[in-house]
């Protein structure tokens, strides 16, 4: 059942980023007085086409739905009668020609707006940035953080939730930079505290990096909600409602203190005291030795159950009116097509790792995640994806838009197309670029798949 929602939420995802991107082309070369001749949701044979409008486009829906195309008339694919030379796109001044070409990515970072503005109008809750459990020997212990501190600022910028902050760590782990955090604490006080990124390696940035420096979302309860039945816990004889209160010598307060020790003990016998039905009793657990991401930690099959009251004061309605709304949204989008810019860009110097790209294996899965947490979530999900659609669509690689716009600004420039051998000779290693990236993603999520 759960492979079949992440299919179908896979599906979904698709076929209205493809969508969006491939009506900017088609929307744009009408208005341009362009005809078109086809507009294709993925590739390879039809499976399903209709006819309409005054050129009779035909409108159809391909068998592979990785992608789609929009075909226009273009004497470069065949003959053109005289009568609608006027209507070719390869007859089009250079300037309507890139407003085509753009229109794809563009499509895409607007549904990207739309969405975020819609979500900033409507309101999202979202977790305040209040740290959990903070490991000893991690940079944030070094660093004075402590549980129940919450986040107001990151470098003078205000931060509102968990996801603003991860976002503002990420951009600055990526520049291996200092990041100075004001900080309200238990007492109500604010103090600042730095955290220093200089002596990441680029391999560091494959992990969680919150995990890594020790920075993780406070959860109170330690209340087991989910067992995996056939885990460590469920062997050891815990079930649902069950309250862990000890780990070994270990008084628990919240379930990061419960996962850390976990994590912890791979292989290593724990006793565990926990309250059922009002009644202490014991159990030792095992937990499994999992490699995970390289390094072996300990896994015992649970999940916590909500503190519904506690979670409560966790969260923050984010809402505003239309105008600020909207603001809000052209910068988070515009944040985050810098950051993706910024990231493929480290990964081509080899300043960070090509691990962090992901393929359709590893989009299928988050899409099938965010389903199963809600519309908002998903919404959102689809788009920070039509984000990273419009921004890999705009990168100058031949056979993307971004290759097209390439040509046509040098066009622009020269006052005379791109000679028919430069196309060929870019086509040729496009192609190999593209699929040495689909191969390297694919290979990332085969991967991820087996080693968590």
């Given at each position: 059942?759960?492979?079949?929602?992440?299919?179908?939420?896979?599906?979904?995802?698709?076929?209205?980023?493809?969508?969006?991107?491939?009506?900017?082309?088609?929307?744009?070369?009408?208005?341009?007085?362009?005809?078109?001749?086809?507009f294709c949701i993925g590739f390879g044979k039809p499976i399903w086409s209709f006819r309409r409008g005054e050129d009779q486009t035909e409108w159809a829906i391909a068998a592979i739905p990785l992608g789609g195309?929009?075909?226009?008339?273009?004497?470069?694919?065949?003959?053109?009668?005289?009568?609608?030379?006027?209507?070719?796109?390869?007859?089009?001044?250079?300037?309507?020609?890139?407003?085509?070409?753009?229109?794809?990515?563009?499509?895409?970072?607007?549904?990207?707006?739309?969405?975020?503005?819609?979500?900033?109008?409507?309101?999202?809750?979202?977790?305040?940035?209040?740290?959990?459990?903070?490991?000893?020997?991690?940079?944030?212990?070094?660093?004075?953080?402590?549980?129940?501190?919450?986040?107001?600022?990151?470098?003078?910028?205000?931060?509102?939730?968990?996801?603003?902050?991860?976002?503002?760590?990420?951009?600055?782990?990526?520049?291996?930079?200092?990041?100075?955090?004001?900080?309200?604490?238990?007492?109500?006080?604010?103090?600042?505290?730095?955290?220093?990124?200089?002596?990441?390696?680029?391999?560091?940035?494959?992990?969680?990096?919150?995990?890594?420096?020790?920075?993780?979302?406070?959860?109170?309860?330690?209340?087991?909600?989910?067992?995996?039945?056939?885990?460590?816990?469920?062997?050891?004889?815990?079930?649902?409602?069950?309250?862990?209160?000890?780990?070994?010598?270990?008084?628990?307060?919240?379930?990061?203190?419960?996962?850390?020790?976990?994590?912890?003990?791979?292989?290593?016998?724990?006793?565990?005291?926990f309250v059922r039905n009002g009644e202490v009793r014991q159990t030792t657990l095992v937990p499994v030795a999992t490699l995970e991401k390289g390094v072996v930690v300990g896994k015992i099959g649970v999940a916590?159950?909500?503190?519904?009251?506690?979670?409560?004061?966790?969260?923050?309605?984010?809402?505003?009116?239309?105008?600020?709304?909207?603001?809000?949204?052209?910068?988070?989008?515009?944040?985050?097509?810098?950051?993706?810019?910024?990231?493929?860009?480290?990964m081509l110097t080899g300043e960070l790792s090509v691990k962090n790209l992901s393929g359709p294996v590893t989009i299928a899965d988050y899409a099938g995640q965010a389903a199963r947490m809600g519309l908002n979530?998903?919404?959102?999900?689809?788009?920070?994806?039509?984000?990273?659609?419009?921004?890999?669509?705009?990168?100058?690689?031949?056979?993307?838009?971004?290759?097209?716009?390439?040509?046509?600004?040098?066009?622009?420039?020269?006052?005379?197309?791109?000679?028919?051998?430069?196309?060929?000779?870019?086509?040729?290693?496009?192609?190999?670029?593209?699929?040495?990236?689909?191969?390297?993603?694919?290979?990332?999520?085969?991967?991820?798949?087996?080693?968590?």
């Amino acid at each position: 059942m759960q492979f079949l929602q992440t299919l179908l939420a896979f599906i979904v995802v698709l076929g209205i980023l493809i969508t969006f991107h491939e009506f900017g082309h088609y929307w744009v070369a009408r208005k341009c007085g362009i005809k078109v001749l086809r507009f294709c949701i993925g590739f390879g044979k039809p499976i399903w086409s209709f006819r309409r409008g005054e050129d009779q486009t035909e409108w159809a829906i391909a068998a592979i739905p990785l992608g789609g195309y929009v075909k226009m008339l273009d004497e470069r694919e065949g003959p053109v009668a005289a009568y609608e030379l006027d209507r070719a796109f390869n007859r089009q001044p250079v300037l309507k020609r890139i407003l085509v070409v753009a229109a794809g990515p563009v499509a895409n970072l607007l549904l990207a707006v739309v969405l975020f503005w819609g979500l900033f109008m409507v309101g999202v809750p979202e977790f305040k940035p209040v740290l959990g459990d903070v490991p000893l020997n991690t940079p944030a212990a070094s660093a004075g953080f402590k549980m129940g501190e919450e986040i107001v600022t990151i470098n003078g910028e205000s931060v509102e939730t968990w996801q603003d902050v991860r976002l503002a760590v990420m951009n600055k782990a990526v520049d291996r930079a200092e990041v100075t955090f004001e900080v309200r604490t238990a007492q109500h006080g604010r103090v600042m505290r730095v955290l220093d990124f200089s002596s990441f390696g680029k391999t560091d940035l494959d992990k969680d990096v919150m995990q890594l420096v020790g920075l993780s979302l406070v959860r109170h309860t330690t209340v087991l909600g989910l067992i995996d039945p056939k885990g460590e816990a469920a062997k050891a004889g815990l079930k649902v409602g069950d309250r862990i209160v000890q780990m070994g010598d270990q008084q628990l307060k919240s379930w990061d203190q419960l996962v850390i020790r976990v994590r912890q003990s791979p292989a290593e016998p724990i006793l565990v005291s926990f309250v059922r039905n009002g009644e202490v009793r014991q159990t030792t657990l095992v937990p499994v030795a999992t490699l995970e991401k390289g390094v072996v930690v300990g896994k015992i099959g649970v999940a916590p159950e909500p503190d519904r009251q506690a979670m409560k004061t966790l969260f923050v309605e984010v809402s505003y009116g239309p105008v600020e709304a909207f603001s809000r949204a052209l910068s988070k989008t515009g944040n985050n097509v810098v950051m993706s810019l910024r990231m493929f860009w480290k990964m081509l110097t080899g300043e960070l790792s090509v691990k962090n790209l992901s393929g359709p294996v590893t989009i299928a899965d988050y899409a099938g995640q965010a389903a199963r947490m809600g519309l908002n979530t998903f919404i959102e999900f689809l788009a920070w994806v039509s984000i990273s659609l419009g921004v890999l669509n705009l990168l100058p690689i031949p056979l993307l838009d971004g290759g097209h716009l390439m040509y046509y600004t040098a066009e622009l420039i020269r006052g005379r197309p791109v000679s028919d051998s430069v196309v060929e000779t870019g086509q040729r290693v496009g192609m190999a670029l593209l699929l040495s990236m689909m191969l390297l993603a694919f290979y990332n999520d085969i991967n991820r798949l087996f080693a968590g």
